[in-house]
């Protein structure tokens, strides 16, 4: 079924909520690898992000207006789970709706995308070169960027193509919320706010993800001390259809505990 509401959900399954919430240029159907496997503990929540499949825009883009966006098709209290820029979206929504939001489950995100001489991260260039070719070619910049996420694991091609099956025939994003949405990633910093968050927290980073370096882990860890960390040492950027079957093992574990 869906829910009929400014932002597209579809809610698949049976037990406690859990809301997936999809990374930038994409939509929700990049779960659907997971999806069999994981609604059979869980009620899905799989909510297309503003200006993204079949969502509506918004007039204006920000975490907390996004945020707002969500909880209008989603129950309370959740666990969150999030990947790229659905898990600063998921981490903003767990700090500052912490009754709404029960668990926290980050996916290949990070607090701060952007390198600064305190943390590490990608250079500001790449959301520049990105923000750049939507300008003048959005739909290679796209291809270019799902390539991004795939690049570095042994499964890079495979995944890659995954991906791109998986959005065939499904809504383009709009072109405003691409653009607002790197200028999120490369904005946001969640560092402080991050340390106040008193949900467990679980974090699941690929090994040779290109868009969230090692060393971010350390340094989210020691923000937030009680936060769990999983490491998949066959993944880049998409965990979640590298290897699948861990993925959702350790999400269920994590939500049942």
Not at 60 to 74: D, P, R
Not at 163 to 189: C, H, R
Not at 211 to 236: I, T
Request: proline share 5%; glycine share 6%.
């Amino acid at each position: 079924m869906s829910i009929e509401q400014a932002l597209h959900c579809d809610v698949i399954g049976e037990g406690p909520a859990l809301v997936l919430l999809h990374g930038w240029g994409v939509n929700s159907a990049i779960w659907q690898t997971i999806v069999a496997p994981l609604s059979e503990h869980f009620t899905l929540y799989l909510v297309d992000l503003p200006g993204f499949g079949n969502s509506d825009p918004l007039e204006t883009y920000s975490l907390q207006s996004i945020c707002a966006a969500i909880l209008k098709v989603v129950p309370e209290p959740a666990v969150w789970c999030g990947w790229s820029l659905g898990g600063v979206i998921a981490t903003y929504g767990a700090i500052n709706y912490p009754q709404q939001v029960s668990k926290l489950i980050q996916v290949s995100s990070s607090v701060k995308f952007v390198a600064d001489e305190q943390w590490i991260g990608v250079d500001a260039s790449v959301f520049n070169n990105f923000l750049q070719g939507l300008e003048t070619n959005p739909q290679k910049t796209l291809t270019r960027f799902i390539a991004l996420q795939a690049m570095g694991c042994d499964s890079a091609r495979q995944d890659s193509n995954t991906l791109k099956k998986l959005l065939t025939g499904t809504a383009p994003a709009q072109q405003e919320a691409l653009i607002a949405g790197l200028k999120l990633l490369a904005e946001s910093d969640l560092r402080t706010s991050f340390s106040t968050i008193r949900q467990p927290c679980l974090s699941l980073f690929g090994q040779f993800d290109s868009l969230v370096p090692l060393q971010a882990l350390q340094d989210m860890k020691a923000l937030l001390p009680h936060m769990e960390l999983q490491l998949f040492e066959k993944s880049s950027h998409a965990p979640f259809v590298s290897e699948s079957e861990l993925f959702c093992k350790q999400v269920i574990n994590f939500i049942v505990d």
